[in-house]
């Protein structure tokens, strides 16, 4: 997230920090709580053997006291807005961990929006590279046995989310699996897929969300999920075709595009002596920066001294 966004909002890890948490006061949550928590910025979802006039009954009665503030809703924060603060020169970032037995490697770049004209093309693609039948861990694992799984994944937000392939890995192997997952990206924006490949793919994507809709839930968390950033609720309907709609020459497309090699950051958490050597023949400016100083509060990731 920080080598990616930077100190964008996105660029602050989900999960706090230690520092982050500690700084958390009972006002600060307080305050939080009575900015954002009211009902001019909520959604209710009901589904199940219920019927409508019910489903407002029982709404109703739980919360139908609950009033919204005088104050008006502060504006969300665009990630448009904050693009001068987002690394717009890939970083290549060494983590020096010492005592670490295997190497996190992941190749990081800016991906897409939920509300994008390329959201099933991006998927599309994204079920072309993950997965055990996926093409990184048909390449990293299955054919050259250097991790025990390698996948991606695109986590489309209501701004630009991250795009991330990644793989562990013995540690004198690093440099090689970056190496094979900024490539497996290059492959596919390269050439187009074959149909006995593209095929099975979007089957992939399609299967995944029939599951989801298989329980009261999962239907309540896609329609939800819809109404969150927008979209119109007939989308659950055409999902399938939108899918199956995605040519070969849309993938190859987006991956040049949404999937540019060259426009990616690369980052490996491990023993750097072990890999650092073959890194440094494979990419420039490498940035080593030893466990100990490390930051994530921070959008150069180093403490200051």
């Given at each position: ?34 900015t ?37 809703l ?31 490697v ?36 299955i ?41 497996e ?8 897929l ?11 994507v399609i ?28 989308e ?9 709609g995605?040519?070969a ?10 999937l ?46």
């Open positions: 997230q920080r080598v990616v966004f930077g100190d964008a909002p996105y660029g602050h890890p989900l999960s706090g920090t230690p520092e982050s948490i500690a700084a958390i006061r009972r006002d600060d949550i307080t305050r939080m709580h009575q954002y928590y009211r009902p001019d910025n909520a959604m209710l979802v009901i589904g199940g053997d219920i019927k409508a006039e019910e489903a407002f009954k029982l709404a109703e009665r739980l919360f139908g006291d609950w009033k919204k503030p005088a104050a008006p502060p504006a969300a924060s665009a990630m448009a807005k904050k693009d001068a603060n987002m690394n717009s020169k890939p970083r290549i970032v060494v983590i020096d961990k010492p005592d670490s037995g295997q190497a996190a992941m190749v990081a770049r800016p991906g897409i929006r939920r509300i994008d004209e390329d959201y099933y093309r991006g998927i599309v693609a994204n079920s072309v590279l993950s997965g055990y039948s996926g093409r990184l861990n048909q390449e990293i694992r054919k050259r046995g250097l991790s025990y799984g390698a996948g991606s994944q695109l986590d489309v937000r209501r701004d630009v989310g991250p795009f991330v392939a990644s793989a562990q890995t013995k540690n004198e192997s690093g440099a090689e699996v970056a190496s094979l997952l900024a490539g990206l290059g492959r596919l924006a390269g050439s187009p074959p149909d006995t490949e593209l095929v099975p793919r979007k089957a992939v299967g995944g969300f029939g599951r989801n809709l298989e329980t009261a839930s999962g239907l309540v968390n896609q329609i939800a999920s819809l109404a969150l950033y927008g979209l119109s609720l007939g659950i309907n055409s999902f399938i075709n939108s899918v199956q995605v040519t020459a849309d993938v190859q497309r987006f991956a040049g595009h949404r540019d090699a060259k426009g990616a950051n690369v980052i490996i958490v491990g023993n750097a002596k072990e890999f650092l050597p073959e890194l440094k023949k494979l990419y420039a400016d490498v940035e080593v920066i030893p466990v100990g100083e490390l930051d994530l509060n921070s959008a150069t990731l180093r403490r200051k001294s």
